[in-house]
């Protein structure tokens, strides 16, 4: 017989006993101690009282606890004022009638804890929307002030001359209420063992939920409680209670509420050293997983108190220490591919950086190939070259100056046009080497495309080669403020189509006049700001 079978014989053998006990004793106490007829019929107001109190530390979510907690006490409310009604204030009118409606008051409000602690059971439930819940409580509290107001109106119950209650209709709006919110707790709580584990259990709180539901129904049948050799065997509200707490009771047994108890089957499950011990140290429960054989630095002990006594458990932590061994060397290893991968990213850009500027000098070799070639000519003899050393220079001159320029256009988009001015007054002094006479002006320095720099330089090279064979006079005026980036005069006579071969495929315009012996080359093409 498993354990839960065993709680359901005990929940009826505890109901046999009390109408049992019901008879036997009543058949024993003298008609001069009548409060003792009633004594056993307060057991199931005890049964309930401690039922709550178990509720407190047994029931895990803190909502849950409360509203079962309260249902408990509104219970044994119940008791308590038919007992007082019985015995304590029976000539006593006003006594009697607050005592007659604050009976009412567990029914109303028993369902409706019940309801609120079933739709919170499982998060899976469509719980009913928070509006419809406050509209429940409203309604609750409405129906409690219309009982305690029945003087005022009488829509509960009226006294006759003799003080005796007879219900009105408002009797069953208050009974319709409670069997309504009853069905809604059943619907709730069978829904939750449907969806749940415990569902092929289903039984066990239908069972003890229809113990108390039977009794109820034999009272209505009767017509009042049921008698055996003369005496009564119980009362409406204990098979009430016993209703509500069997239905309760009965999902705490299969598991529906989550509570803290059933440790003693646990402990022998865990996969882990564990064990509680109460205030004074004695050991209450205890994990039969006992770790041997393990290094002692594997094995880290952990404890937590807890209300009454403190929890011990022991860990091995050899799989981790194991795992972040493996974790150490997989992070070594990394670490050495990317130094690995750094290093071949390092020496990836320092070729890529090697053949940018390879391709770079072999384009300034190529842009400046006619010169270096007519160097290198007159290198043949030492007569040759004693012949050609001031015109190598000058040509010198060009091929460092325009590898300055193309190195700094490389970098840059724009430059200063003093690049320029710089550049032409080297070249200048040069020419003076030729008995040509120069000069060299500058306007406002700005600015402007480093490509426009290097063609304008190339562009005076090759009317500089023109002015020493030909030509006395060079002057050379740099305006990059205007639409004119750099005008040019000399006395020597320059090709037009020479220039427009040099500037071919060039952003600048390139204008050439003669006017009184004077050739006059202008380039242009310079963008405003």
Known sequence: MTRIHRQM????????????????????????????????SIAPAAAVMVWGSRIRVRIIHPRTRHLLYAVSWLLAALFVMRLCRSDFFEYSTAAMRILQYL???????????????????????????????????????????????NDLHGWLMRFDEASNSHHRWF???ILLWSLLLSAGVLIVLIRCCRLSQCR???????????????????????????????????????????????????????????????????????????????????????????????????LVHFSKP?????????????????????????????????????????????????????????????????????????????????????????????????????????????LSASELMLALRETMENLRLFSVDCALEGGEVCDVPAQMIVDAYDIAEAAAEYVYRQGSVLTAAVLPDADTLLLLETDAEVPEETLRQVLEGSALTIAVSETDDTCCIRLGGVPHD
């Not at 439930?125 to 107001?149: D, E, F, N, Q, Y």
């Open 200 to 298: 092929h259990q289903l039984y066990v709180p239908l069972f003890m939920t229809g113990v108390g539901l039977f009794m109820l129904a034999v009272f209505v049948i009767v017509g009042g409680s049921p008698t055996m050799f003369g005496q009564k065997l119980y009362y409406s509200q204990g098979a009430y209670a016993l209703t509500v707490v069997g239905m309760w009771e009965g999902c705490i047994l299969i598991g529906l509420l989550p509570t803290n108890t059933g440790y003693k089957q646990l402990f022998p499950m865990l996969h882990i050293s564990a064990e509680i011990e109460n205030a004074e140290g004695t050991e209450k429960y205890s994990s039969v997983q006992v770790q041997t054989g393990k290094d002692p630095d594997d």
């Open 306 to 414: 807890l209300h009454g006594g403190i929890v011990r458990w022991t860990e091995d932590m050899h799989a981790v220490r194991d795992l972040r061994g493996r974790i150490a060397e997989v992070n070594a290893s990394l670490a050495e591919e990317n130094d690995l991968i750094e290093e071949e990213n390092r020496i990836t850009s320092e070729r890529l950086q090697y053949e940018t500027q390879n391709r770079l000098y072999d384009r300034i070799a190529a842009h400046s190939h006619r010169q270096l070639a007519m160097i290198a000519d007159s290198l043949a003899d030492t007569e040759t070259f004693t012949a050609h050393i001031r015109e190598n220079i000058l040509l010198g001159t060009y091929v460092k100056r325009n590898a300055n320029l193309m190195l700094l256009a490389s970098k840059q988009r724009m």
């Open 171 to 173: 009797y069953g709006v």
């Open 9 to 40: 014989l005990c929940y009826a053998g505890f109901v046999l006993l009390i109408m049992m006990l019901k008879l036997l004793f009543t058949g024993l106490v003298t008609p001069h101690i009548s409060i003792l007829h009633d004594v056993v």
């Open 103 to 149: 009976y009412y008051i567990p029914y109303i409000f028993v369902p409706l804890f019940s309801f609120l602690a079933a739709v919170r059971l499982d998060e899976y439930i469509a719980t009913p929307r928070p509006a419809i819940l406050r509209a429940l409580i409203g309604m609750s509290i409405l129906l409690t002030v219309v009982v305690m107001t």
